[in-house]
């Protein structure tokens, strides 16, 4: 059992870096920030360290992970690039890009990380703790969002404490995150697909390859045990509060997750109300989105009723993510 460990916590630094590395290479479960979300990570050659991170966080093992690397060499190593990967590795890392990628023969990778795929899902982050890290391990490391399976996303280190206090080894903070939505995940199969709007923007990402990139046909239910973007369940990223979209007006007792400079009628009333960007920016609503809805949360209120979200640029990732949290939970 994970469950009655002690979990550390320490400041991001070079003897910390260190620490991480020895942890992750003795089996260990560090939870590090990324430019994202905080990731929680095993090393990727080791199936047990994996196992007891399928357990840490509770989450279906048909569930696949990404495999961060520090490098193009590293992750030349575990998957072979068609000319789609290599355009949008140039153009996007290190960054908020996964791609997923035939697995090599050689590939280091778990199979269990891959839950039995012969794909494999890379990508170099662009956070300077997490290079760190990576670079002192020299292997890759499987870390998925830093939280209990299914609840909200950590954005900031407390975040990961609230949810894997005693299951994990070591958490390094390095303070609240730049990005605060997942990476876009591109399938590069032969016609490339956008499995998960994510940080990179579909429109960024259109521009470099010169034509459109399609969703997958239909989002598979989460009973499935073969989707085909593994991990687009459609409940995800939930907080334990009812969440109402697009919401017109506010009713008595609901919390207000707010956007853009003019809060709907009622808001006034809100048992709890903050604004994921006044200004209306989807840049700083996408940093603020988990650590409100987490807040929100927090407020015990009947509902979090969430205003309308221009769908443009990053706008894409936060509906995603919103419209997987207002999917009732049973
Ligand atoms: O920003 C991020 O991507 C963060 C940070 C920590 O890097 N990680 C993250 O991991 O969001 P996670 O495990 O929460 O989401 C990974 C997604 C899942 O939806 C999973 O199903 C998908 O990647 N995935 C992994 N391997 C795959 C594969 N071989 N084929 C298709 N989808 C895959
Ligand atoms: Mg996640």
Known sequence: MTVGLTTKMLPAGPTTAAEAARCLLNGGLVAFPTE???????????????????????????NPL????????????????????????????????????????????????????????????????????????????????????????????????????????LIVDGGPVPVGVESTIIGCFDTPLLLRPGGVPRDAIERVLGHAVGRPPEEP????????????LASHYAPRTKVRLNAQRLADGEALLAFGPDPISGSDAAAASLNLSARGDLTEAAANLFSHLRALDAAHATAIAVMSIPHDG???????????????QD
Request: aromatic share 4%; hydrophobic share 45%; proline share 8%.
């Open 221 to 232: 239910d989460a009973h499935s045990s073969q989707p085909l973007a593994p991990g687009m």
């Open 66 to 169: 990404i495999a961060h690397v520090a490098d193009l060499a590293a992750a030349e190593r575990i998957a072979r690039f068609n000319a789609t990967a290599r355009k949008l590795a140039e153009a996007f890392w290190p960054g908020p890009l996964t791609l997923v990628l035939p697995k090599t023969a050689n590939c280091v990778v778990a199979d269990l990380a891959t839950a039995g795929l012969d794909t494999v899902a890379v990508r170099i982050p662009a956070h300077a703790v997490a290079r760190d890290i990576l670079r002192e391990l020299g292997r890759p490391i499987v870390a998925p969002s830093a939280n209990r399976s299914g609840h909200v996303s950590p954005t900031a280190a407390e975040h990961v404490a609230s949810d894997l206090t005693g299951r994990i080894d």
């Open 314 to 328: 990053l706008g894409e990732a936060i509906n995603d993510r919103l419209r997987r949290a207002a999917v009732p």
């Open 36 to 62: 994202t979300v905080y990731g929680l990570g095993a090393d990727a050659t080791q199936p047990e360290a994996i196992a007891r991170l399928y357990q840490a966080k509770g989450r279906p093992s048909f």
